[in-house]
């Protein structure tokens, strides 16, 4: 049958607003968690990553924020721009497994103008 | 500075055919990685090497290959291709032991038939 990981989940927001990507994760152990952005056709480039002694980590126009308590992390983008449209990617880095990031599914950011 | 190349951008392949895929660095990480995302999926790790002369087995590493004889290059192999290797390919490197920053490739789309 067909995956459901062929169905990227969307989320659609007005230029200006703010936004907020969400993200499950499942290792407790992992020691660091990333977030990629996926333009079309390109490979994807890290955006801000949060140690996992952390809850809140801000860059320029984005904030990662993690809760460990139900195994969640979050990205916010605020006054999201039309370039910010791409696919966003959540990953673990789980240091007792090599040092290898196992990424989410993603979710395709559409910004409408 | 060109940060990670991969080559060929794009190939079509036979059924049965070997194709190596290509990637070199020159920003002298010692981390390279394989990944490959296939459609509306996230990247799923192939094969690792954390320096020069080692290397390990990803996440879906049966059907593949990879060498890492100098810090600069990690070719990917594929043996004898099959349809299910249809996919996108990213190679991307690493500073070893870092928080998790990937610099990808722009990726080589391969298709098998």
């Known amino acids: 049958g067909e995956s459901v990981g062929l169905h990227l989940p969307t989320l659609s927001v007005q230029e200006g607003d703010n936004s907020i990507i969400n993200c499950a994760y499942s290792n407790s152990a992992s020691d660091y968690f990333i977030w990629y952005k996926q333009e079309s056709g390109k490979g994807p480039q890290f955006i801000i990553d949060i140690r996992s002694n952390m809850d809140k980590r801000q860059g320029q126009r984005v904030t990662v924020l993690l809760n460990k308590t139900v195994k969640h992390l979050s990205l916010q983008i605020a006054a999201t721009q039309p370039g910010d449209s791409a696919v966003y990617f959540c990953?673990?880095?789980?240091?007792?497994?090599?040092?290898?990031?196992?990424f989410g599914g993603g979710t395709r950011l559409m910004v409408k103008p | 500075i060109a940060g990670i190349t991969q080559a060929p951008t794009s190939q079509i392949l036979a059924a049965g055919r070997r194709m190596t895929l290509r990637c070199t660095q020159d920003m002298r990480h010692n981390a390279m990685y394989w990944y490959r995302q296939d459609l509306g999926l996230g990247l799923r790790l192939i094969h690792y090497s954390n320096t020069a002369g080692t290397t390990g087995k990803g996440e879906v590493p049966d059907g593949y290959s990879v060498s890492r004889a100098n810090t600069d290059d990690f070719p990917l192999t594929l043996a004898s291709a099959v349809p299910s290797q249809t996919s996108v390919y990213f190679c991307a490197s690493a500073v070893a032991g870092g928080t998790g920053e990937l610099f990808f490739g722009e990726g080589s789309r391969l298709t098998v038939l």
């Open positions: 990953a673990e880095n789980r240091h007792n497994a090599g040092n290898m990031l196992t």
